[in-house]
């Protein structure tokens, strides 16, 4: 079991930056990769990053790419988003989500932390 709980969110202005975090606990030994997802209202969820957890390899969605970045700090079982040049398109709920391995797709979910960008 891996139970993830996101913080960070906020309200911020367009053009602004927001760093999300993700503490993970639990089975964190068992984790392979963890990753950011969005959804916004009425949209289905999106994938925003991911990156492994043993080598820190990131990916981020096209549509972030420059603006995201994803990263983990393994000794505090955590992984950030820092989010800059925010866009009112940006808003939406933010996971964080962790893959074990165990099965297809990722495995755990966090509850969310809500992110909104003002025009």
């Not at 053009?15 to 990769?33: D, H, M, P």
Request: hydrophobic share 35%.
């Amino acid at each position: 079991q891996v139970q993830l709980v996101e913080s960070g969110g906020g309200l911020v202005q367009a053009g602004g930056s927001l760093r999300l975090s993700c503490a993970a606990s639990g089975r964190t030994f068992s984790l392979s990769r963890m990753g950011w997802f969005r959804q916004a209202p009425g949209k289905e969820r999106e994938f925003v990053a991911a990156i492994t957890w043993s080598g820190g390899i990131a990916s981020h969605a096209s549509s972030v790419k420059g603006r995201f970045t994803i990263s983990r700090e393994k000794a505090k079982n955590a992984v950030y988003l820092q989010m800059n040049s925010l866009k009112p398109e940006d808003t939406a709920v933010y996971y964080c989500a962790s893959d074990s391995g165990a099965r297809k797709g990722y495995d755990y979910w966090g509850q969310g932390t809500q992110v909104t960008v003002s025009s």
